[in-house]
Structure formats: structure tokens, C-alpha cells
């Protein structure tokens, strides 16, 4: 009865396609609905708030093909290009809420939790940080969550080796350092390290996603005015569990010297 | 769900009355499976009725007994007239064995235990009464009995479920219904672990446990990090016992595409939000010819043996079979 991975999140085994993460993302989320049948009795709303997190932050490694990767590698698993064609250990069967199974028939049994996966774990990021291909014009306002998988983007670092089994492994913490200035290089290491995206964040919080890459680059002339970032960097800061207080005056005295200098 | 058996009350011999009768532990092949739910009306003496025809059709020696005590009507299911015996002879020992109280249904292989000429203070049997009950019942010389248990959670209701080998959860797909189904099994699940508690010293946790309002996720997972703090061993025992909880599924009366989905999406819920297991076992359409056939006191699989409810109950009582023999092959 240890916690659930990513997959027991999402009902899957290791081993399924994007195409059925994506489709199970969409199916457990929709059983987390506030009045959805099979839970609205069963759990409150402080705990469906917690689940949703947890089912986001699955969908945000697993649905990223290169977080998948390195999550499956966490586990000790095959990642699904890497797998042999007649894998050693064998994956579990797919649940039958995972087959969406139509039940006039008899369904499968739904498997007990694999044994092979391993407890939830702090996230951690293996790869380099993203490319800043993300602060371009502003898109439409609303923005709606991503429905096809990610692509599996290179990311290559001059001078390092793109092979992701020799990549240096850096391991980024999901704190703040406990003293000094809340800057935007840290939030970035925390939101990594939680495995966000800025379009993530924009999607949660309904704040555009170049705010918070403009926090992270801290390039004040594109900020807002102070009134609007306090709250911007509350919204971030609870995203990334951080105390919201701490982060918006921390990072609003940043800004004002920043802008004095 | 039957390895524990039921429930000690405060009776003067607890230890005695929860052994199983040797007539179980003497090569019995008996299975039990009870159907309940928490809720009326959702359709637990159909499937009681439905299940034990399929069983019987399928050559198993089956006996249905009508476990809604004091609100017994499963003979109308199974289009018997009203029996001249039953359950009411065994607890008033006008006879000495259940078998003698059974009533033939029509079906081959297929008697009923009825629960029609109960008097009138049945519903509440004294508990020696009831544990006598359960020893017939399980002393029965037959392959399967299915018990049709009442609505509510009062301790008989429970203790009739946990009895069972097979544990069948019915629920419509209506919030009430849900809801019940739920709270259903939560009390069950208590009451199987105050049957161990003695065992394992967990009095104290189980009550806090026990009171937790509805909502909270004060679950198994909670209970048993609590008892690994304590002591790693009693622990693994408990994650044992609790692992043995595990309900089977019919999901009744669906009317939807997404109806058809709640069956998966309650196991789903169950595992991830109160962390045990259960099985599905399928799902029936809503069908008008069921009440047409509870209207005109006729057994719907026997009236429609090819309509789509008795292929949805064919392919419940398949997949019941398939985890019955793979329980077996545990067990030996």
C-alpha cells in the first residue's frame, strides 16, 4: 500500500503508449469532477484538490515523452523506445477502466498495484533547462490544457553530450534556498523540479505563461506594475508550494532594486 | 472475504461461534456469494436470483437463500409461490438442518431458502440465532450458496456479507445509491477488522478510525502507517487481512454510455482514495422486462434465457467463476 506512481495515478501500466496516457489523463480527471459519481462521496474537497495536483503532475511527466523517460528510468523501468521486444519482466495487464472497457461483457480483473513501482518520489530534473522559446508574443487568452502529447524535444547543450544516458544527471531541490532573495533563477529551479512548464503554470493559474518567464529572467520592463505582480507571484509561489508571502516581498524588493540599478 | 469469520458481538462463547462448522472444514467445496449494496431497491434480489440461475444452468448444486430478513421477497424473483417453507422452520427448530426447509424453485439444480413465512421478529435474530444460521448455511451439501442480503448497515446485513466467499457490491448509477454503496463497504470493512482486532491490539485506533465523518480519507492506508509506527510486524499482518477485503462489482440498471463506465470508475476511486482492491464483475442495461417479469411474478432469466440482462448476468457469473477458480488455486 505504498503511494501511487505516476501510472497507478493514471490507471496505466508502464509500457502504454502516449496516446493512452492522454486518454487516461483526460478520464481521471474527469472522475476528480466535483460532482463526478464515483468520488464525490468518497473523498472531500480538500483531498480531490490534492489528487487533481498529483494527477497533474503525472500528466506533466508523462505526457512529456523526455520527463517519461527519465521517471521510467527512476522506477528501474524499460522506457517504452528502450524496451526489448520481449521484455524480461513483463508489464501488467492494462486495467479495464485504462481499456475503457464497455461493460455489457465481462471485463478483465483490475490488477493489484505492480509491486515493481516504486513510491512516489520528489521529482527531480535530469535535463538541461528548457530552451527560451517561450517568451514570444503574448497567445490568445485562453489557453486550453494539451491534448496531444509532447514531443520529445532534443535539448542540446553546447559541449555537453546529447546521449541522455551519459548526460551528467543534475538533481535540482524543490525549495527555496531557506535564506537570501527569492530570485527568478530559483522559482525557475523549484518549477522544474516539480516538473512544470510555464504553459503548465499558465494553465493552473490563468496568468499568461511570459509573466512567469519574465519573473524567471527577471527582465522588470516587461513586469507588470507591482499591484498586479504581488499577486502574480502569490499565485506562482502556491503553485510551486512556496509561502506566497515570503515569495511576492522577497521578489517585489529584487524587482525594486533591479529597476533602481 | 469468508476466510474471517463473522463477527463477535457480546456473546458469552465469541471464539466458539466465529469457527467455521466442520462440515466446511471437512472437504466442503461450498462457495458462498452474497449480494448486497446498503440500498433497496437497486436491484439485489434480481441479481441473487439471476446469478443462482445462471450457476444452476451451468450444472452447479445452488441454493438462494433469502438473507433480507424481514423484508423477504425473492421467491417473486425466481416466479415461486409463496413457500410453504423456509427460514422461519430453522430458527423456530421445527427443523433441525436448513436443508430441510428448502423449497424446489422449478429450476434443476437450483432450491430456495425463503424467508417468507419469517415471523415476524426475524429481522432482529438474537445472536445465537444467527450464528446457528450461519453454520447451516454453511453445512449446506451444495456447490453454491447465494445469499440475498438486505438493505441498511446494521451488523446482520454486514455479517452476512462478510460470510461470504464472494462478496457481490450492487449499485445503480444514482448518487444515492453510490453513496450507500460506499458506506456499505466501509462498515463492512471495520467490522472484518474488529473481528481481528482482538488479535492484533488495535481497539483504540480502529474507533478514532471508525468515527471519521464521510469524506475523509482517513482510510486502510492511514490505519495501517498508524500500526507499522507501532509495530512493523503487526503491520504486515494487518496489510494481510486487509488485502483479503475485496468486493466484487455489479453495476445494475444502466441507462447510459457513461453508466457503463461507473462500474470501472468506482474500482478505480476505491483503490486510488481508500486504497483496497475490488473486482468488477460487469454491468446490466436498464431492461423494462425485468419489472414486466416482476410484475407478472416470473423469473426474468427463465422467461428471456437469450434477452441481454441474462447475457449480462452470464457474463457476471463467468467472470465470478474465473476469480473463484483462481482463489482456489491460492488457496491449495
Not at chain 2, 37 to 43: A, E, L, S
Request: charged share 25%.
Amino acid at each position: 500500500m505504498a503511494e501511487p506512481s505516476h501510472y497507478e495515478l493514471l490507471d496505466l501500466a508502464p509500457g502504454c503508449t502516449p496516446q493512452e496516457v492522454q486518454a487516461a489523463y483526460a478520464r481521471v480527471k474527469a472522475q476528480l469532477a466535483p460532482d463526478a459519481l464515483a468520488t464525490y462521496a468518497l473523498i472531500g474537497p480538500e483531498e480531490r484538490a490534492e489528487q487533481l495536483r498529483r494527477i497533474e503532475l503525472a500528466w506533466a511527466v508523462l505526457g512529456d515523452g523526455e520527463k517519461r523517460k527519465a521517471y521510467d528510468r527512476e522506477l528501474g523501468l524499460p522506457s517504452a523506445e528502450e524496451k526489448p521486444v520481449e521484455p524480461a519482466i513483463p508489464p501488467p495487464a492494462v486495467r479495464p477502466e485504462a481499456s475503457n472497457a464497455m461493460a455489457t461483457s465481462a471485463p478483465t480483473a483490475a490488477e493489484p498495484p505492480s509491486p515493481a513501482l516504486a513510491p512516489i518520489r520528489a521529482p527531480t530534473v535530469l535535463d538541461p533547462p528548457m530552451p527560451a522559446n517561450e517568451s514570444s508574443p503574448p497567445p490568445p487568452e485562453v489557453v486550453s490544457p494539451p491534448m496531444e502529447p509532447r514531443s520529445v524535444r532534443p535539448t542540446p547543450v553546447p559541449g555537453a553530450p546529447v546521449d541522455p544516458e551519459v548526460r551528467p544527471v543534475r538533481k535540482t531541490e524543490a525549495e527555496l534556498p531557506a535564506e537570501g532573495p527569492v530570485t527568478g533563477e530559483a522559482l525557475r529551479r523549484v518549477r522544474e523540479a516539480l516538473g512544470l512548464t510555464l504553459k503548465d503554470l499558465e494553465q493552473r493559474t490563468k496568468i499568461g505563461h511570459w509573466h512567469f518567464d519574465a519573473i524567471e529572467k527577471e527582465r522588470f520592463a516587461a513586469l507588470p506594475a507591482p499591484v498586479y505582480l504581488r499577486g502574480f507571484l502569490s499565485s506562482l509561489a502556491r503553485e510551486l508550494k512556496l509561502d506566497p508571502i515570503r515569495v511576492s516581498r522577497s521578489y517585489l524588493e529584487v524587482v525594486e532594486k533591479g529597476r533602481k540599478s | 472475504m469468508g476466510a474471517v469469520d463473522p463477527i463477535p458481538e457480546a456473546d458469552p462463547a465469541p471464539r466458539r461461534a466465529s469457527r467455521r462448522s466442520p462440515a466446511k472444514a471437512v472437504e466442503s467445496s461450498l462457495r458462498i456469494v452474497g449480494v448486497g449494496g446498503g440500498k433497496g431497491g437497486i436491484g439485489k434480489s434480481l441479481v441473487s436470483a439471476s446469478v443462482a440461475i445462471e450457476l444452476a444452468r451451468r450444472g452447479k448444486r445452488v441454493v438462494v437463500v433469502d438473507a433480507d430478513l424481514g423484508g423477504a421477497n425473492l421467491h417473486t424473483c425466481l416466479g415461486v409461490d409463496l413457500p410453504s417453507a423456509g427460514l422461519g422452520d430453522f430458527l423456530e427448530r421445527r427443523v433441525e438442518r436448513l436443508d430441510e426447509a428448502l423449497v424446489p424453485t422449478g429450476v434443476p439444480n437450483l432450491s430456495l431458502l425463503s424467508g417468507a413465512h419469517d415471523p415476524l421478529d426475524v429481522a432482529n435474530p438474537k445472536h445465537q440465532q444467527k450464528m446457528r444460521l450461519f453454520r447451516g448455511i454453511q453445512a449446506l451439501d451444495v456447490d453454491f450458496a447465494v445469499l440475498d442480503i438486505g438493505g441498511g448497515t446494521n451488523f446482520n446485513v454486514l455479517d452476512f456479507f462478510l460470510l461470504a466467499d464472494h462478496g457481490i457490491l450492487t449499485l445503480v448509477p444514482e448518487p444515492t445509491s453510490v453513496e450507500n454503496a460506499y458506506r456499505f463497504l466501509k462498515a463492512a470493512f471495520y467490522r472484518r477488522l474488529r473481528a481481528v482486532e482482538t488479535v492484533y491490539g488495535l481497539g483504540d485506533l480502529l474507533s478514532e478510525i471508525g468515527r471519521a465523518p464521510a469524506g475523509t480519507v482517513t482510510g486502510p492506508r492511514t490505519l495501517l502507517a498508524q500500526v507499522r509506527e507501532r509495530d512493523v510486524a503487526t503491520g504486515d499482518l494487518l496489510e494481510r487481512e486487509m488485502k483479503k477485503f475485496r468486493p466484487r462489482l455489479v453495476v445494475n440498471m444502466a441507462r447510459t454510455e457513461g453508466d457503463q463506465g461507473v462500474g470501472a470508475a468506482v474500482v478505480s476511486a476505491w483503490r486510488k482514495y481508500f486504497g483496497l482492491d475490488m473486482d468488477y464483475l460487469g454491468c446490466i442495461g436498464y431492461d423494462d422486462e425485468v419489472w414486466r417479469c416482476v410484475r407478472s411474478r416470473r423469473a426474468l432469466l427463465l422467461e428471456q434465457p437469450e434477452g441481454r440482462t441474462a447475457q449480462a448476468i452470464s457474463g457476471i457469473v463467468g467472470r465470478l467463476l474465473e476469480i473463484d477458480s483462481s482463489l482456489l488455486r491460492e488457496e491449495n
